[in-house]
């Protein structure tokens, strides 16, 4: 018995059927590939735009404490004295509080103090050392900027003595990992901030 060969008409029908299937799934492929390739460059666009926007939170912030610190300073008396205390370890140069006066104690001048916790991480002002429930907070930790390391201490002079007039100051913050930077074995890593400066107070 004869088979009747598939006409020729057929035989494109399963051709183009044939074709059409594989370039639906070229086309499903190329379409998947660049959708995946798409989302990774949001993904990294927004990586960027987190890690941009905690830079200069940290550098605002760094920013503002200077400034405080140093306008709280500048109106302060060499003559009355500048003590420091809570030091960093002991024997050591830098502190974590200093205490100082505008003026003399008889003129009305209170002596203030600035202090920095390092369990809590806060930089506070007492504008008057005498007085409870006064104290101003300078700095205080967010999500996305800590106060790491703060101390002051003071100049020497030529002679060799402490120069009560000129106090430097040292300050390290710090996005607590808010940024997502990370090592190359894959650690997390802190985006930091370091500051040193000298201010010059009164010697009057």
């Known amino acids: 018995m004869r088979i009747p060969s598939p006409s020729p008409q057929r035989r494109r029908n399963q ?8 370039e639906l799934l070229v086309s ?3 379409a998947v590939l660049v959708v995946g390739t798409l ?9 960027e735009q987190r890690r941009g926007l905690v830079d200069a939170t940290l550098q605002i912030q760094a920013n503002l404490v200077e400034d405080k610190v140093t306008r709280l300073l500048r109106f302060m008396s060499a003559q009355e004295g500048v003590q420091t205390n809570n030091l960093v370890s002991a024997g050591s140069p830098f502190a974590r509080t200093i205490v100082v006066a505008g003026g ?9 103090q600035i202090s920095y916790d ?17 104290q101003v907070q300078i700095f205080k930790a967010t999500n996305a900027a800590v106060l790491r390391n703060f101390y002051f201490f003071l100049s ?3 002679d060799g003595s402490l120069d009560s007039a ?3 100051v040292f300050m390290q913050m710090d996005d607590n990992y808010a940024a997502g930077r ?7 890593r802190l985006t930091q901030v370091t500051r040193a400066f000298a201010v010059r107070i009164r010697n009057n």
């Open 182 to 188: 990370r090592n190359r074995d894959g650690t997390r």
């Open 39 to 47: 989302m990774m460059l949001v993904l990294e666009v927004a990586k």
């Open 156 to 158: 020497s002079k030529l």
């Open 166 to 168: 000129t106090i430097n």
């Open 118 to 134: 390092p369990a809590a991480m806060i930089l506070t002002h007492w504008p008057d050392r005498t007085a409870t429930g006064n």
């Open 28 to 30: 499903s492929s190329v």
């Open 104 to 112: 003399p104690s008889g003129s009305g001048y209170k002596r203030q």
């Open 15 to 22: 051709r183009t059927s044939a074709t059409t299937l594989i």
